[in-house]
């Protein structure tokens, strides 16, 4: 697998249903973040999580990492029709002031209305 | 305040043609990044200036690609010769520490 690859690839669920994307990556991270991208739009920032956290929560999204299973978890509770998009989570290795991002293939979610 | 912003939105160019495209951060920001997407792949990152200076071009496929961001505002990236397999989603992004802002991306197609 690559590093920051996302399971499933696809996801379809009802509208007010949760949904769960996961991220496996493979190298020492020094954080993680997932982005969404709306169809045909740019990457919106949803949350960053730092390799020393184990949760994080904003609004609607909770966002595990467990760095010894080199995985992450973002979960979008009460979804609805507005979360459908494509998630991707992105890893970064920074070394000193480069904070490259590395991303996975992203997960396409649709909340049916 | 302004966000990332990209020009153009969309090019549609033939093999062989040049192509320049501009990304202008948000202002202060002085990490600037490159990605790009093609068709079917993950997003890749192709360099990263910290102010006017190329701090990690290792993403760069090949020197048919040139990034320049002459006084450290705006960035050009630019494809010469274009080939098909250039086509995708180039993005931009700027920091100014951790976490990354995009632009809505250029999509390049090649013919």
């Known amino acids: 697998s690559q590093q920051g690859e996302e399971d499933p690839q696809a996801l379809s669920i009802q509208e007010g249903e949760n949904a769960t994307m996961n991220c496996s990556y493979k190298t020492s991270i020094n954080n993680l973040q997932w982005y969404r991208q709306n169809s045909g739009r740019g990457l919106v920032h949803l949350i960053l999580?730092?390799?020393?956290?184990r949760e994080k929560h904003s609004g609607r999204l909770r966002v595990t990492l467990d760095t010894s299973k080199k995985s992450s978890s973002l979960l979008i509770t009460a979804s609805r029709a507005a979360d459908t998009a494509s998630y991707f989570c992105?890893?970064?290795?920074?070394?000193?002031?480069?904070?490259?991002?590395?991303f996975g293939k992203g997960t396409l979610l649709t909340v049916n209305p | 305040e302004a966000g990332v912003t990209q020009f153009p939105s969309h090019s549609v160019i033939e093999k062989g043609q040049t192509v320049t495209l501009r990304c202008d951060p948000i202002?202060?920001?002085?990490?600037l990044y490159w990605y790009r997407r093609v068709m079917g792949k993950e997003i890749k990152f192709l360099l990263h200036?910290?102010?006017?200076?190329?701090?990690?071009e290792s993403g760069m496929p090949n020197n048919r690609f040139l990034a320049e961001r002459t006084g450290g505002t705006y960035s050009t990236l630019k494809v010469q010769p274009a080939e098909l397999e250039d086509s995708g989603v180039y993005f931009c992004?700027?920091?100014?520490?951790?976490?990354?802002?995009f632009g809505p991306g250029t999509r390049l197609t090649v013919l």
């Open positions: 200036f910290v102010k006017e200076s190329k701090q990690d």
């Open positions: 999580i730092r390799s020393n956290e």
């Open positions: 202002s202060g920001h002085d990490n």
């Open positions: 992105a890893t970064s290795t920074s070394r000193g002031s480069n904070y490259k991002l590395t």
């Open positions: 992004a700027s920091s100014f520490e951790g976490e990354q802002f």
